[in-house]
């Protein structure tokens, strides 16, 4: 199963970034969808997910910045990362959370 995950890059802190996240739609229309996390040396954590219902759910580091959506039509999933600090520095990974179903990761680096 692939994930297709994009949007990432370098910004300066206080920016903002859009990741997207395709999936197939066998998967998508079933999952609860999600956005993880890898900063190097680190474990992978978790970001946000998106139920099927839109019902989401954030990590405390992120409440408040960052927006995970949904469009069902697409088979994608979003996250709007806001006010982005040195430490939201990681390679970012889409989840279908029932398989799980991983994407290849995506980097978004925060530096001046």
């Known amino acids: 199963v692939q994930l297709q995950a994009s949007g990432g890059g370098l910004v300066q802190p206080g920016g903002s970034l859009r990741l997207s996240c395709v999936a197939p739609r066998s998967i998508f229309r079933f999952n609860t969808m999600g956005w993880y996390r890898q900063a190097p040396g680190n474990q992978r954590e978790f970001v946000a997910s998106?139920?099927?219902?839109?019902?989401?759910n954030y990590a405390d580091s992120v409440r408040g910045r960052f927006a995970i959506s949904r469009d069902n039509a697409k088979n994608t999933v979003y996250l709007q990362m806001n006010s982005l600090k040195p430490e939201d520095t990681a390679v970012y990974y889409c989840?279908?959370?029932?398989?799980?179903?991983w994407g290849q990761g995506t980097l978004v680096t925060v530096s001046s």
């Open positions: 998106v139920a099927i219902d839109d019902t989401t």
């Open positions: 989840v279908a959370v029932a398989g799980p179903y």
